[in-house]
């Protein structure tokens, strides 16, 4: 439950928020970093441009980020669940310990994103830009990446159990030590990526590309 200082801290945010709309300014030129506890649960920030911004800590569970623009904003240890980031560019942002189950990341950029240890659980990915991006550790038990592009990305030691992985580029990916249970990898294409130490029991791998993969 917020305090009356962390509700006032909110509204004047959120002020500030529909400000810049209003101006077609950059939020952050208004008002710069978000104050620390800044509890904004189901906030409207379609469009606007966080773009190198410390959103960090922040509670922006049910946030509709739709079409916003986040490139290299860090947002490490946010509390993200259920909220929207479909067609948001992501490149180069940091969720590293963010919590976003059920999030959705559709269409999304997010290029050399730092995911690392974040709660990915049942999020959605599908038809996201996903190069390179860092998945080290990550829970995306359950998530939907089907059609994204993960060319390079590195999933390592990530939990993918059940996840849809199919119709996915995972050229040259890093999956050692994945746990890929009952994964499912149709048509997918795992060439040269590597799978060493990945647990693929019950995984799905029809039509699965896997030349030069490391098994």
Do not use: H, W
């Given at each position: 439950?917020?305090?009356?200082e962390?509700?006032?801290?909110?509204?004047?945010?959120?002020?500030?928020?529909?400000?810049?709309?209003?101006a077609?300014?950059?939020?952050?030129e208004?008002?710069?970093?978000?104050?620390?506890?800044?509890?904004?649960?189901?906030?409207?920030?379609?469009?606007?441009?966080?773009?190198?911004?410390?959103?960090?800590?922040?509670?922006?569970?049910?946030?509709?980020?739709?079409?916003?623009?986040?490139?290299?904003?860090?947002?490490?240890?946010?509390?993200?669940?259920?909220?929207?980031?479909?067609?948001?560019?992501?490149?180069?942002?940091?969720?590293?310990?963010?919590?976003?189950?059920?999030?959705?990341?559709?269409?999304?950029?997010?290029?050399?994103?730092?995911?690392?240890?974040?709660?990915?659980?049942?999020?959605?990915?599908?038809?996201?830009?996903?190069?390179?991006?860092?998945?080290?550790?990550?829970?995306?038990?359950?998530?939907?990446?089907?059609?994204?592009?993960?060319?390079?990305?590195?999933?390592?030691?990530?939990?993918?159990?059940?996840?849809?992985?199919?119709?996915?580029?995972?050229?040259?990916?890093?999956?050692?030590?994945?746990?890929?249970?009952?994964?499912?990898?149709?048509?997918?294409?795992?060439?040269?990526?590597?799978?060493?130490?990945?647990?693929?029991?019950?995984?799905?791998?029809?039509?699965?590309?896997?030349?030069?993969?490391?098994l």
């Amino acid at each position: 439950m917020q305090t009356l200082e962390e509700m006032e801290k909110a509204e004047a945010v959120l002020k500030k928020i529909k400000e810049a709309r209003e101006a077609d300014e950059k939020a952050a030129e208004l008002f710069g970093t978000f104050p620390e506890g800044a509890d904004l649960r189901g906030a409207d920030l379609r469009g606007l441009d966080f773009d190198g911004d410390d959103l960090s800590g922040v509670n922006f569970d049910g946030a509709d980020f739709t079409g916003t623009s986040l490139k290299g904003t860090n947002l490490a240890g946010a509390s993200l669940e259920g909220a929207d980031f479909t067609r948001a560019d992501l490149t180069g942002a940091d969720f590293f310990k963010a919590y976003a189950p059920g999030a959705d990341f559709a269409d999304a950029v997010a290029d050399s994103v730092v995911f690392i240890e974040c709660n990915l659980d049942g999020a959605n990915l599908s038809g996201a830009y996903l190069v390179c991006a860092n998945f080290t550790g990550a829970d995306l038990s359950r998530a939907n990446l089907r059609l994204s592009n993960a060319v390079g990305a590195d999933f390592s030691r990530a939990d993918l159990y059940r996840a849809n992985l199919s119709e996915v580029d995972l050229e040259d990916a890093d999956l050692g030590g994945a746990c890929l249970i009952r994964a499912d990898l149709r048509f997918s294409r795992l060439v040269s990526a590597n799978l060493s130490g990945a647990d693929l029991t019950g995984a799905e791998l029809e039509e699965t590309n896997l030349s030069g993969a490391a098994l």
